[in-house]
């Protein structure tokens, strides 16, 4: 399985975008990136997933470049409530064995008023 | 849509005690995961049902875990027996077909072997 660094935390404003990056460098051919936030005392939830280039959706973008070494999470105009941590995933998901995704240690993204 | 459900919500054992968590999958969903957080550690994966067969159990930390899904509903994972270093949240989550898009993830059972 692909291994992920991100930053162990980020700092923000309200009404400010966010760009969370996360490193996959052995990421493989039939991996996917997905991205999931979890709030205390809570379980993860899915946010995004992709496989390249850019998904956006109505709470996200996540940004691949061509090599998929990389990729990023944008929150557009974040709130209080987005005050949470967020896991980059990395793994075949859509393939034959659909395994299971490994949760890194995440980056805890804290909102100031 | 009912999500997933997980019993109870909060244990506090003893040491040596059994105990048995509880996850209710979404209607519907085949893959069942178990995942749990100790104290300030990662979610690390238990194990992975495909209805009611163990697809991957690679993450079972030893043998006082067990996981059972008869009849591809429910599971429940017991601890017996319990250990100090059980204790954290175990999360349960369901997907229709693999993880394929996403899987959906209970609030989570908070365990404390005290």
């Known amino acids: 399985l692909a291994k992920t660094t991100q930053p162990i935390s980020m700092d923000s404003y309200e009404g400010q975008e966010v760009n969370i990056t996360c490193s996959h460098n ?19 939830r899915f946010i995004i997933q992709g496989y390249k280039t850019k998904v956006t959706n109505e709470v ?22 987005d005050t949470a941590v967020y896991y980059c995933l990395v793994g075949d998901t859509r393939g034959t064995g659909r395994r299971a995704l490994t949760f890194g240690s995440g980056t805890r993204l804290q909102v100031q008023p | 849509e009912a999500g997933v459900t997980q019993f109870p919500s909060h244990s506090v054992i003893e040491k040596g005690q059994t105990v048995t968590l509880r996850c209710d999958p979404i209607s519907g969903h085949d893959n069942l995961y178990w995942y749990r957080r100790v104290m300030g550690k990662e979610i690390k994966f238990l ?48 997907s229709q077909e693999g993880w394929g898009t996403e899987a959906f993830f209970g609030q989570g059972t908070r365990l404390t072997v005290v």
């Open chain 2, 47 to 94: 194990l992975h049902f495909v209805k009611e067969s163990k697809q991957d159990e690679s993450g079972m930390p030893n043998n006082r875990f067990l996981a059972e899904r008869t009849g591809g509903t429910y599971s429940t994972l017991k601890v017996q027996p319990a250990e100090l270093e059980d204790s954290g949240v175990y999360f349960c989550a369901s």
């Open chain 1, 26 to 44: 052995n990421i493989a051919t039939n991996d996917y990136i997905t991205w999931y936030q979890q709030f205390p005392s809570q379980g993860p």
């Open chain 1, 60 to 81: 996200a973008s996540l940004f691949i470049p061509a090599d998929r070494k990389s990729s990023t999470l944008s929150l557009p105009r974040v709130s209080l409530s």
